[in-house]
């Protein structure tokens, strides 16, 4: 925009009242400018950079760009100091013809954020054309009949400028015969003839010559000139006229080829040949009529000839001459004005600009997706764009400028649920029937880190026979995780704790990425019963983000450990135990008792005793308790039994296979006077530290654990026992006492054995276990139960059950 130094207060008023309204229009969304045509290169247009609020060291970061559609680059802008310039010729007629406003709108994008605005330069119009008329001359015959006051039509100048600047104003040179006659018509077009004021001689005045110039209304004024060649005619003196000097039609642009537009009508006063009119179109009419219209020679009709389009030329003015065949001939001229009316035959176009995809799931409401643009070559309510969007997508548009709109973010946004939204924008006019067109945007939704890796279930048991390889797998443990890419990968560990006195990471390993957990070493049984641990998975993103999971790793026994004889030590290296036996014993006598243990668990430690003969030995007068290690007399005792008697009992345990051990007992048979009055293993009533009896009723319940199934047995047993609490110590801490009860149905023991340990990596047993064995005889002592926990029976070979119990 440019300005004069120079003025006195007017001048500044202006400036100020131009300033505001260029503040007005920033703040309203848009801003305008106004330049004249013809402005050379580097003409200063407006400050865009500070009118639309931005930083100068913003414009290069933020990739502010302007674009002007279908203009070229008439217009840019110094990125420097933020100026809008003219960059090359503004040709205003070129630019938008005879149209009476003239604008150039552009687009200015800045991104980071994303960001559009408007800018509408007003192109003014200087008087740069001056008037022209068509030809250098033109020639006119009048014949010399021809009465006063007649008028002869001449054609006038074309200025391209608009406005004043277009204004045209006539002159003729000074002339005793003719004088100028000027008509406007509502098109703002002038219609010319010359006027006889003095009859014509041609003997006298055969031919004249008149200039006539026409000057714009601009300032400084152009004017052009013409040379009108007056040759004045004999004879045929009556010229056709028509009926109208101007006729006014309207046609639809779908109106079909070949329909009437109209008829003219001319006639002529004169006889014979001279009254004979024939119609043509101007000789200076431009092609575009004639490839739309004919007229017929002889009838004056009007036809159209090709298809008319509105949004190509909305009007025709059509000059047409009627002349007779006298000679010479004489003419005359009407116009037709024809208007177009638009229907609606363009359906709206859509755009779109810029996208700023794929959009964060976590991006704020209202944040710009993409710019779209729309549009409608037709006019009035046929030209009148409304948009709108798939239904049920979290988005909106938002109407910018006229035909621009946003689409902008109108929900919250989950990739999990949906990554990609087919956005269809449908633009649809307002004419009957309306008309549509759709765009599709393809939002991509970027995933980001807010779903941590989800076990299936929270915790896992898991079942492994001790003795196991090291290094074996176990068990797998998987985490999904809902997001993708980084977000989703997952990585295993162990959450380390202490088991006992070592590391859990001695005992156990997961693998990171797969999640196999591996055992590092043989696990025993007789050790650790169960391990519990956690095992967390994590993710890849930014925080990442975690769970756990917890395992019951429960360590099954194996058959790994023979039955253990106790002291005193039989068999082996000390020799066998010798016993003493009056012969006067009778049957049911007990000798001595074998004491094993085994420390296996459940069958793998049930224990029962057998006796084996020699070979070629006859019946032996001794028997053992088939699960007490009782050695008792089968018969009474006679001379015919040797001295001498070697037992030979072999210990074996119920495991697949069975482990066995070997005990070697002498019995001596001596004479009763010999024989002292107790055997060293023949009294069993008393003990060095008697256990307190107490009445106790008791509901005990049985839970039987296998390795592919459940079973639970439940028994309830309700009946006046006999109980006993001698100490005794636990497997990960302090033991926790073991109740010893019998009754005459049987016995059973509620205790916690040292091989029965239960950790889970932090203090003491956190499991009940319970084993079932065959009880004790109620004869045998307290201090005989603890050493067998397995099944023993009374003399006469009846079992009787005993329940233990481990905590």
Not at 252 to 261: Q, R, S
Not at 583 to 589: E, T, V, Y
Request: glycine share 6%.
């Amino acid at each position: 925009m440019l300005f004069s130094r120079r003025g006195g207060p007017g001048a500044r008023c202006l400036l100020i009242l131009l300033l505001l309204l260029a503040a007005w229009g920033a703040g309203s969304g848009q801003l305008h400018y106004s330049i004249p045509e013809e402005a050379k290169h580097g003409t200063f247009v407006g400050r865009i950079a500070q009118d639309l609020g931005l930083e100068l060291a913003e414009l290069v970061p933020r990739l502010f760009r302007v674009a002007s559609k279908g203009r070229g680059n008439l217009l840019e802008v110094n990125l420097q100091n933020g100026i809008l310039f003219v960059n090359s010729r503004i040709d205003r007629e070129e630019l938008c013809g005879r149209s009476a406003e003239c604008s150039i709108h552009l687009e200015v994008i800045v991104d980071r954020p994303l960001q559009v605005f408007h800018v509408e330069v007003k192109v003014k119009d200087i008087n740069d054309n001056p008037p022209v008329f068509r030809d250098r001359e033109q020639r006119i015959f009048i014949p010399e009949s021809r009465l006063l006051d007649s008028r002869f039509p001449i054609e006038g100048a074309a200025d391209a400028d608009i406005g004043a600047n277009a204004l045209l104003t006539y002159t003729l040179s000074p002339s005793d015969y003719f004088s100028l006659d000027i008509q406007a018509s509502d098109e703002l077009s002038k219609s010319l003839s010359l006027e006889l004021r003095k009859s014509l001689d041609r003997e006298e005045t055969p031919e004249l010559h008149l200039l006539l110039t026409a000057t714009d209304g601009g300032k400084p004024e152009l004017e052009g000139t013409v040379q009108l060649l007056i040759t004045v005619l004999d004879v045929n003196d009556n010229a056709p006229l028509f009926d109208q000097a101007v006729y006014r039609f309207h046609l639809l642009e779908t109106t079909a080829n070949g329909t009437l537009v109209t008829t003219l009508n001319a006639s002529d006063a004169d006889e014979g040949v001279n009254g004979e009119v024939v119609f043509s179109f101007d000789s200076g009419i431009s092609p575009n009529i004639q490839e739309k219209f004919k007229v017929d020679s002889s009838s004056g009709e009007i036809r159209l000839i090709d298809k008319l389009d509105y949004e190509e030329t909305k009007s025709y003015e059509i000059q047409v001459k009627a002349v007779d065949k006298g000679s010479p001939p004489m003419s005359n001229h009407c116009k037709v004005l024809v208007k177009v009316l638009d229907v609606n035959d363009n359906a709206p176009e859509l755009a779109i600009t810029s996208l700023s995809l794929p959009i964060r799931e976590d991006a704020p409401l209202s944040t710009v997706i993409a710019l779209i643009t729309v549009s409608d070559l037709d006019s009035g309510v046929n030209g009148q764009v409304t948009c709108s969007l798939t239904p049920h997508v979290p988005f909106k548009l938002v109407s910018t400028f006229k035909n621009y709109y946003s689409l902008v973010l109108d929900g919250v946004l989950d990739r999990e649920s949906e990554s990609v939204y087919k956005v269809v924008v449908t633009a649809h006019d307002g004419g009957s029937p309306l008309l549509w067109a759709t765009a599709t945007v393809s939002v991509e939704v970027a995933d980001v880190n807010d779903n941590a890796p989800a076990f299936a279930q929270p915790e896992y048991t898991v079942f492994v026979k001790e003795n196991n390889p090291p290094g074996c797998h176990i068990f797998t443990v998987s985490a999904r995780d809902a997001d993708t890419q980084e977000n989703a990968r997952v990585s295993y560990s162990l959450v380390e704790r202490r088991v006992g006195e070592r590391a859990l990471s001695s005992y156990v390993s997961v693998h990171a990425e797969s999640g196999k957990v591996y055992a590092l070493q043989p696990l025993d049984h007789e050790e650790l019963e169960l391990l519990q641990f956690q095992v967390s998975a994590r993710d890849a993103g930014l925080p990442p983000l975690g769970s756990n999971v917890t395992l019951q790793v429960f360590v099954l026994d194996e058959n790994d450990n023979a039955p253990e004889l106790l002291e005193p030590k039989v068999g082996g290296s000390r020799g066998a135990v010798s016993e003493l036996l009056p012969r006067s014993m009778g049957a049911g006598h007990v000798v001595t008792k074998v004491r094993a243990v085994d420390a296996d668990s459940g069958y793998n430690a049930w224990l029962s005793y057998e006796l084996q003969l020699a070979a070629g030995s006859a019946r032996s007068p001794f028997r053992v308790g088939l699960y007490t290690g009782e050695i008792s007399t089968t018969r009474a005792l006679d001379e015919a039994d040797s001295p001498l008697q070697r037992l030979l009992v072999l210990v074996k345990d119920h495991g697949e296979p069975a482990l066995t051990a070997t005990a070697t007992v002498l019995v001596s048979l001596v004479e009763s006077g010999q024989a002292p009055k107790a055997s060293s293993r023949a009294s069993m009533g008393t003990v060095g530290q008697q256990a307190a009896l107490v009445d106790v009723n008791v509901y005990l319940i049985i839970a039987i654990c296998a390795v592919s199934s459940l079973l639970v047995l439940t028994l309830v047993l309700y009946t006046a026992l006999r109980c006993s609490v001698p100490p005794t110590e636990g497997a990960c801490g302090p033991g926790k006492p073991r109740l010893v009860c019998s009754s005459a149905v049987g016995s059973w023991s509620y205790s916690q054995q040292r091989r029965q340990r239960v950790c889970s990596g932090e203090g003491p047993s956190k499991t009940d276990l319970m084993a079932f064995s065959p009880g004790l005889a109620p004869s045998l002592n307290t201090s005989e139960r603890n050493e067998h926990p397995e099944a023993n029976s009374d003399v006469s070979g009846n079992v009787s059950p005993t329940f233990e119990l481990w905590l």
